[in-house]
Structures are given as C-alpha cells and as structure tokens.
T-cell receptor, first 111, second 114 residues
C-alpha cells in the first residue's frame, strides 16, 4: 500500500526566505505526483503536476522536483511571501485511478 | 468560471438521518471523485466515476452511495448518517483519470453528525 509522508508537519519562516517542502512515498511505481495548496476552510488548488517521466516542473516562484527511484519530491518556494501561508499537500497516483495524499505541511510566512 | 461547485457548504444531521451532497463541474471533465478529509487521516477517496454511467469504490466506501447523473453532476448520498461520518467532503474532477490529469477541487462540504 502506498504511503505518503510530508516533513515537516509545520514550518514558520520570515518573509523573503527561500524554503523547501518535502514529500516521500513508499512505492516508486507512480504515474504522476501533484502538489496542492489548501487555504483554511477552502478546497485544494493544484499547483504543479509532474508526470513520472519528468524530473521537475516550474510555475512562477514554485519549482517541484521528482526522484522516483528514491521516492522523493520537493517543492521549492522562492522569496516567500505572507500570501504563501497555507497547507501544502502532495499526492501520488497509482493503480485504479487513485491518488494517495500526504497529510500536508502547514506553512506560515511571517511579515 | 465556476469550476467545481458543491452544495451544501455546511450541514448538521442527527444519527440515522439521510442526506445527499451535490457536486457539479463545468469543465467538461470525464472523471469525478468524492473524498473525505479528517485530521490525522488526510484525504481519502470514497467513490469515483471515470466516465458518465460508471462508478467505482474507493478506499472508504462503506455507508455511502453515489450517482453519476450526467457528465456534469456526481452526488454522494448518506443513507443513515453516523457520527463517524462527521468530516469535510470534497468533490473533485479531472480530464482523463487521476493517473494522468490535474485534479480540480470544490470548496468542500462540512458535515457534522450528532
């Protein structure tokens, strides 16, 4: 059974800092990996989708990398802003059209 | 652009009552999903529908039924609510399947069962 772990569970940084969020998964036989953002009381918003054949994806200040062989992905946020404060979740896809989600990293960016 | 719309946003039920959560998407997506989100458990798939007219069980289907009414709408029904079904429910959709497509989520429906 696929298991997805996100460390740390919570992170607090000052504005302007570059930061890295980690996601690890136990079964490397994945089709893709997605990073989502969730604001309090809201749904999930897709940030980046990395197909299994890709190594990384970039969108603005966000860069996500994927290393299937080691079962790891990282989300790099450059020049963090208070508006980046949210919970970030990663999810990996496997058989049966299923995504397995991590529990997320709660990020706080302090002005 | 509405995306994925869920109703109701909040609901309180008594044990044994029934209710239906409604979901509609306007992106012409083939696949739709129902998840529940619980503290310490993450998001878990209840049911999904890969195309109009088909539905399949996910990780935690017991106590729920679904209907893919048409390509736009996918409803989740609780026939006899239990306190263990207190949760936040999310509907999602994707073009293709979760294996290949980006997932779009609704805002969630917060259900409390007393």
């Amino acid at each position: 059974k696929q298991e997805v772990t996100q460390i740390p569970a919570a992170l607090s940084v000052p504005e302007g800092e570059n930061l890295v969020l980690n996601c690890s998964f136990t079964d490397s036989a994945i089709y893709n990996l997605q990073w989502f953002r969730q604001d309090p009381g809201k749904g999930l918003t897709s940030l980046l989708l990395i197909q299994s054949s890709q190594r990384e994806q970039t969108s603005g200040r966000l860069n996500a990398s994927l290393d299937k062989s080691s079962g790891r992905s990282t989300l790099y946020i450059a020049a963090s802003q208070p508006g980046d404060s949210a919970t970030y979740l990663c999810a990996v896809s496997g058989s049966g059209s299923r995504l397995t989600f991590g529990e997320g990293t709660q990020l706080t960016v302090n002005p | 652009n509405a995306g994925v719309t869920q109703t109701p946003k909040f609901q309180v039920l008594k044990t044994g009552q029934s209710m239906t959560l409604q979901c509609a998407q306007d992106m012409n997506h083939n696949s739709m999903y129902w998840y529940r989100q619980d503290p310490g458990m993450g998001l878990r798939l209840i049911y999904y529908s890969a195309s109009e007219g088909t539905t399949d069980k996910g990780e935690v289907p017991n106590g729920y039924n679904v209907s893919r009414l048409n390509k736009r709408e996918f409803s989740l029904r609780l026939e006899s609510a239990a306190p263990s079904q207190t949760s936040v429910y999310f509907c999602a959709s994707s073009d293709g399947t979760a294996i290949t497509g980006e997932l779009f989520f609704g805002e969630g429906s917060r259900l409390t069962v007393l």
